[in-house]
């Protein structure tokens, strides 16, 4: 075998041979002639990878085979959730799938041991499964930067994210602007920052997707102040509770960005067996049970007739003047 770009030529067995030095590092030895190889380790590999938005089966092929190769299997439990949820009959159905136990990876493993995943990659392939894309959410973006910098080799896998499975009502995905979140409202902190990105974007006649709250171990005010972290129950924003903070934000800016008559998209659980799509006014998806979570709501901006058209499918039935 070639080392180093040379070959050996002929030189006789004998003569060839390696030798370990006081440093641990291999010396090639040819004739009379000692000179310093550096050996090649294996490389261990960080696996990012997509599970898609329903089941344990939208993993792809490409995911599925370098799940089964990896030593160590966590799943990020916090930007979103697969249509079952993380229930122990979730996460056991997936160990089923992939022939290995999974290791449940809240926001405090991300945010704060995430190191312990990274060095674990520098000594063994290891799998990050993450719901819908692993680019759906800025945390992984900064996942991949932190394995770079540690030197950790990064492999992503693509899936399925709700930045694309929109699609599925007919707005077309390149007449979307700037995507906003939505947070919980509390009585002290009612932050309305997306405000001006759904102004701007309905200006330009573009879509608006709001992406809604999800609060998953969020440990409570008391905890924190004591010193010793209790978690509130997770808690899921609803199309009803993300209008009605909407229309309240109105009210307070009142440059009619948009007003309860504004046209809209409610999805729940999309991607799933069981999704849910309707489009109406935003009074009238206050109305609609839209079931278990997760929910997000697309303000429609400008449209075009081909979008009209395959809208119509999803109008509400209730349609009131």
């Known amino acids: 075998m070639p080392v180093d770009g040379h070959s050996h030529g002929g030189f006789h067995a004998e003569n060839h041979g390696h030798h370990k030095d006081e440093d641990g590092e291999e010396d090639e030895v040819f004739g009379d002639e000692k000179r310093k190889v550096h050996t090649v380790q294996a490389t261990e590999m960080l696996y990012i990878i997509g599970l898609g938005l329903g089941d344990e089966r939208d993993i792809t092929l490409r995911g ?25 009959d979730g996460l056991s159905t997936l160990e089923k799938l992939y022939g290995k136990p999974i290791t449940l990876a809240d926001r405090e493993t991300v945010e704060e041991k995430i190191d312990n995943i990274l060095s674990e990659a520098q000594g063994s392939d290891v799998a990050f499964l993450v719901v819908g894309d692993p680019f759906g959410a800025t945390t992984h973006t900064d996942l991949v930067v932190r394995a770079k910098t ?79 972290k209790q978690y509130e129950p997770p808690r899921f924003m609803t199309i009803k509770t993300a ?12 440059k009619s960005a948009y007003d309860e008559d ?16 309707v489009a109406g006014k935003m009074r009238q998806l206050q109305t609609v049970d839209f079931g278990e979570p997760l929910h997000c709501l697309v303000i429609v901006g400008k449209t075009h007739p081909v979008e009209e058209e395959m809208l119509e499918f999803y109008k509400i039935n209730n349609e009131k003047p």
Not at 243 to 254: A, P, R, S, T
Request: hydrophobic share 35%.
């Open 150 to 228: 540690l030197g950790v080799d990064v492999k992503v896998v693509h899936n399925a994210s709700v930045m694309n499975a929109i699609g599925v009502c007919g707005l077309q995905l390149y007449r979307y602007g700037e995507t906003v979140s939505i947070p919980f409202f509390t009585e002290t902190w009612r932050p309305d920052s997306f405000y001006e990105k759904i102004e701007r974007n309905r200006d330009l006649g573009l879509h608006t997707l709001c992406l809604l709250d999800i609060r998953v171990k969020e440990p409570t005010l008391e905890s924190l102040c004591r010193g010793k």
């Open 64 to 88: 599925l085979d370098a799940v089964k190769k990896c030593e160590k299997v966590y799943i990020e439990a916090y930007t979103s959730l697969l249509s079952f949820g993380h229930s122990t």
């Open 262 to 277: 504004t046209e809209c998209v409610g999805f729940a659980r999309l991607g799933s067996e069981d999704q849910v799509i």
């Open 243 to 254: 209008i009605d903070q909407l229309l309240e934000v109105e009210q307070n800016h009142g």
